[in-house]
């Protein structure tokens, strides 16, 4: 009783590419994106003067925010030099009572 032959004839990749024959075009071509509508330089600087320029909505709400953000640092501000005033003159009132304390003893 004899093997059973399994081998399977090696079949090249390319080679069946090429007998199928060209592959069917599927969407735009290399020279359709070459040839492409463009805009001229004038326009492509227009473009970038309106990005730079932005909303005007955008521009309001910033500034709105930015004197909202100047209120609370005078706040802030307000709050720290008028407790450094009190803080030193707390610790002014603690030196005082240590002193008195000391010269009972």
Do not use: C
């Not at 080679?15 to 326009?43: F, V």
């Amino acid at each position: 009783m004899g093997k059973r032959d399994n081998r399977v004839a090696y079949m090249n990749p390319i080679a069946m590419a090429r007998a199928r024959g060209p592959a069917p075009n599927s969407g735009p071509t290399i020279q359709d994106y070459l040839n492409r509508p463009r805009p001229t330089w004038e326009e492509v600087k227009e473009q970038l003067e309106k990005k730079k320029k932005g909303s005007r909505a955008l521009a309001e709400f910033e500034e709105k925010m930015n004197e909202n953000w100047r209120k609370e640092l005078e706040k802030h501000r307000e709050k720290l030099m008028g407790g450094n005033e009190s803080s030193s003159k707390k610790k002014e009132k603690k030196k005082k009572e240590k002193k008195k304390s000391n010269r009972f003893i």
